[in-house]
């Protein structure tokens, strides 16, 4: 594994995880009263004039940079799996911002997923792979990952709260790990023929799309529930799509054989933590929701109760 590769993806990992935070944070400013793409459309023109949440978008264009670096030098296999420290950024950033501190099973669950994947990718250890896909993987790719996430976003209009949450986080993680995949390509086509050649061709702009698709997905699980609940498939989710697209699109293989024992641990690992997160709260909600998300006073809550009545 390159050094350059692992301390870029560190700091790509650093930068989304305070983004994410400080977006959440700007979420949490809003009331998520109402429902349809009027109402969505209404609190995302509200939220972008808060400072914590462009704070945040710049955040996540750096990150998107670093990340970009990383790919340059590594395999997709290894450079968003490594992203998923984000989760350990997120606890330290987290508790800062909201000025929160996670209780003792939150912490145990989120070691547990970092230990998890850590084992998992330690025993993988993924070959680097090419730099460029082949054009017919990218229509068999593209059209199984549209499926995906069309469908899981259907599933998530059928829930509310935390399940919402975590759908919509793991519809972003299939599109963020696809627009991943679509900027190593496009770094490896970079490589190989300059700007000039690239800007020619269809990876960028597609790059561009996905990403955007992304970006609101990731809003949608912002708003939709806490970020206990949106983070870990958002960026579990993302690790593990990319390992697949890794090996499909540019054969990024896995080590098998005696390594199976520890991976199996690892994804165990990863699974325990899921469960134990998905039930690890604070105080009624997470650890970085508001008053009024974990129903207690606050306008919100008090035409909450009244509704009920």
Known sequence: MSALTIVLALCAALS???ASVLQR?????????????RQALRWLVRVLRRPYWLAGAGLLGLSTLLQAAALAVGSLSLVQPLLASELLFTLAVGSVVFRRLPDRRTWLAFAALAVGLSLFLGAASPSKGQTTAEPHLWLLVGAVVLGVVAAVVTASRLVRGAARAALLGLASAVSFAAT??????????????????VL???????TLVVGGLSFLLLQSAFRAGSLTASQPALTLG???????LGWV?????????????????????IGAGSVGLARATATDGGWDTTPDERGGPGPDAARSASQRS
Request: no cysteine; charged share 15%.
């Open 25 to 37: 944070r700007a979420a949490t400013d809003e009331s998520t009263s109402g429902s349809g793409a």
């Open 16 to 18: 989304n995880a305070s």
């Open 180 to 197: 991943a995949a679509l900027l190593k390509e496009v770094m490896g086509r970079l490589g190989q023929g300059g700007v000039g050649a």
């Open 200 to 206: 020619t061709q269809w990876p960028p702009y597609a």
């Open 249 to 269: 699109l540019f054969q990024e293989y896995i080590g098998l054989g005696v390594r199976v024992v520890p991976e199996a641990i690892g994804v165990a690992l």
């Open 238 to 244: 993302d690790a593990l799509t990319s390992v697949a």
